[in-house]
Every structure is written in structure tokens, then in C-alpha cells.
């Protein structure tokens, strides 16, 4: 038997503070559900199932890193409950800010590692576009 680590997230929204979306990871996972207010705030319709008969939305067990992409900043807030540890991670937008999150597997939870890489920024002027 293998141990295998569940991943979830999405691209984020650009216009929101890491604040705001570190809470929105929270809250996502205490509900269960990628896109808890869908239809009303998003631009998506419900979904009654797919081809397993389940809404892809909803989170069946709790994923080991829940993400959101586009953020102003790095941050991670981790959600214990009896049986398992979420990391919520906001991951910067790279092209602004020029950092990228590592994420670490480890034999148990506790061995998880997850770290802000920070990379140099690139001129874009001095690289040259061959056709």
C-alpha cells in the first residue's frame, strides 16, 4: 500500500488580499466545498453531478494542501482536526512578485514542508524573441 498526499486549489483571484483569501481557504475547507457560494457570487451554475453521480465541488475527504494561486504574498495557515493537518496555502502571483511555493512530502504530516522560494527578477527588455 501506497501513502498518497491530496492536493486541491485553484487559480485564486488576483483582486483579493492574502488575508482575505487565507480565510477563504479556511473557510472552503471547514464547508467542504471548492466554491461554497456558487452560483450566487460566482459566474457558474449548479452542478447536479458528473459521471460518478458527486458534485466535483465538494471536498469527499480533507486534502493534505489546499491552495489558491495570484496572491499578493506567501502565507500558510495549517487546519488540524482529529484526524488530519490542511495546509492553506496562498501562493504569490510569480510574474509580480518572483516567488514559488515548494511543498515537501514527508512520511507523515508532521514531516510536511512547505516554503517560499524567491527567484531574481528578469529584464524583460534584455531578452530577445527569436521568430
Known amino acids: 500500500e501506497t501513502d498518497t498526499?491530496?492536493?486541491?486549489?485553484?487559480?485564486?483571484?488576483?483582486?483579493v488580499t492574502t488575508e482575505h483569501m487565507s480565510r477563504a481557504l479556511t473557510k472552503c475547507l471547514q464547508y467542504g466545498h471548492l466554491a461554497p457560494t456558487s452560483p450566487d457570487s460566482l459566474g457558474s451554475h449548479p452542478i447536479a453531478s458528473n459521471s460518478n453521480g458527486t458534485d466535483p465541488m465538494v471536498m469527499e475527504c480533507?486534502?493534505?494542501v489546499l491552495f489558491a494561486g495570484n496572491c499578493d504574498d506567501f502565507r500558510v495557515v495549517t487546519s488540524n482536526n482529529d484526524e488530519d493537518a490542511t495546509h492553506c496555502v496562498c501562493v504569490p502571483h510569480f510574474a509580480s512578485t518572483g516567488k514559488a511555493v515548494l511543498v515537501t512530502w514527508g512520511s507523515s504530516d508532521a514531516d510536511m514542508e512547505v516554503k517560499c522560494l524567491t527567484f531574481d527578477p528578469v529584464c524583460r527588455d534584455d531578452i530577445s524573441m527569436q521568430e
Request: glycine share 22%.
Open 62 to 64: 480533507r486534502p493534505h
Open 5 to 15: 498526499a491530496a492536493t486541491a486549489g485553484d487559480a485564486g483571484d488576483g483582486d
